[in-house]
């Protein structure tokens, strides 16, 4: 009798503790997902590009019932625009609200993100829009022509060596080159514009690819809110209308390797301010 006591007591106890912790996992949760450094590091033997990460988060808390809304913890200088693209089209697709909070800078690439959240929460000191591109890069014919280093051009295609760093660009090459640029920074442009829902005016401000504070980008229409993660969570809560929830912040669980490899990449990427995807072979960077 005292055995059967002892097991009805453990049972009692396991189903309550099963209680507790269903109750747990069902309750409400705004997940956190940091978007910080380049957007679209290339893949590696150690380390996955930042935007798969990214899109990996936002797609598992899509389907995660007990998450209620999403906040995007930004401080990225940009990317290239197929990856920063491919996670303003992931954002847009979520079903959930989704808030971004700018926390230091939310430039090019990166404000093409946050463009695609819900709302926009920043400092009155963060950064802010740049929305250009770049596809300078250094070209040294005039150090080979001092040393008497002659470059043998020999190509298939005219344009095969537009962006060679061992020549200079002709005239059509340029033009060339500049048409492609344009062509990007008119969709990036058209975009931020559609997700913003800014009007003829704000985009000639935006168009020169100017970075503003904080405070600038309020009076232009690119922040919604001054404040820290409080307001972002608050206006979470509005947006999924519900009164409360646990803020979980998203932590990517990486080997060892992989630490070193992104930290050799990032500590890279600090050094050039930028990261492009090619545009004529490697030797062309655009940066969105």
């Not at 009805?8 to 912790?21: K, Q």
């Amino acid at each position: 009798m005292k055995m059967l006591g002892f097991v009805a007591i453990l049972f009692l106890l396991s189903s309550l503790l099963g209680l507790f912790f269903n109750n747990m996992d069902l309750s409400n949760k705004i997940v956190v997902i940091e978007v910080k450094g380049p957007i679209g590091i290339e893949n590696n033997l150690f380390v996955k590009s930042s935007e798969e990460n990214i899109i990996d988060d936002l797609d598992e808390a899509a389907k995660d019932d007990s998450v209620k809304g999403i906040i995007l913890e930004i401080d990225s200088n940009g990317g290239t625009p197929v990856a920063s693209k491919e996670v303003a089209d992931k954002i847009k697709s979520i079903g959930k609200p989704v808030v971004a909070l700018v926390k230091g800078a939310a430039l090019s690439g990166a404000y093409w993100v946050a463009s695609s959240s819900d709302k926009i929460v920043a400092d009155e000191l963060s950064l802010l829009g740049s929305v250009g591109v770049r596809g300078s890069f250094l070209q040294f014919s005039g150090f080979l022509k001092d040393h008497d280093i002659e470059y043998e051009r020999l190509v298939a295609g005219k344009y095969k060596d537009a962006a060679s760093p061992f020549k200079g660009l002709t005239d059509d090459e340029k033009d060339m080159l500049q048409k492609k640029l344009d062509l990007i920074h008119d969709y990036f442009i058209e975009d931020v514009k559609a997700n913003r829902k800014l009007s003829d005016d704000e985009v000639k401000r935006i168009r020169t690819a100017e970075l503003f504070l904080g405070k600038e980008a309020k009076e232009l229409n690119l922040v919604d809110e001054f404040g820290n993660i409080d307001v972002a969570k608050n206006i979470t809560l509005q947006l999924a209308n519900i009164t409360d929830a646990k803020l979980v912040k998203k932590k990517d669980k990486i080997s060892f390797l992989e630490y070193l490899g992104k930290y050799s990449l990032e500590a890279s990427y600090s050094l050039g301010k930028g990261i492009g995807s090619s545009l004529i072979q490697s030797d062309i960077k655009i940066e969105s």
